[in-house]
């Protein structure tokens, strides 16, 4: 949906500590970087109750796989 895609495009352009202040779009491009970013999500996935959150997370693990 425009709304996921949307949120998945920001979500890629967004710096983040956990990626040493790199954006989830920079870091893909490194050695190891997919499969980091998966973990991530993963980790997110995990903390979540809110099914629409869950739904999200799927939808960009989806997308950058």
């Not at 425009?2 to 500590?17: A, G, N, Y």
């Not at 920079?26 to 050695?31: A, I």
């Not at 999500?41 to 109750?49: G, P, W």
């Amino acid at each position: 949906t425009i709304v996921k895609d949307q949120e998945t495009e920001r979500w890629l352009d967004t710096p983040m500590s956990e990626l040493e202040g790199r954006s989830p779009r920079e870091r893909f491009s490194e050695d190891g970087g997919r499969e980091q970013l998966i973990q991530m999500l993963d980790n997110f996935l995990a903390s979540r109750e809110n099914e629409t959150e869950k739904e999200l997370i799927e939808y960009i693990k989806e997308r950058i796989s």
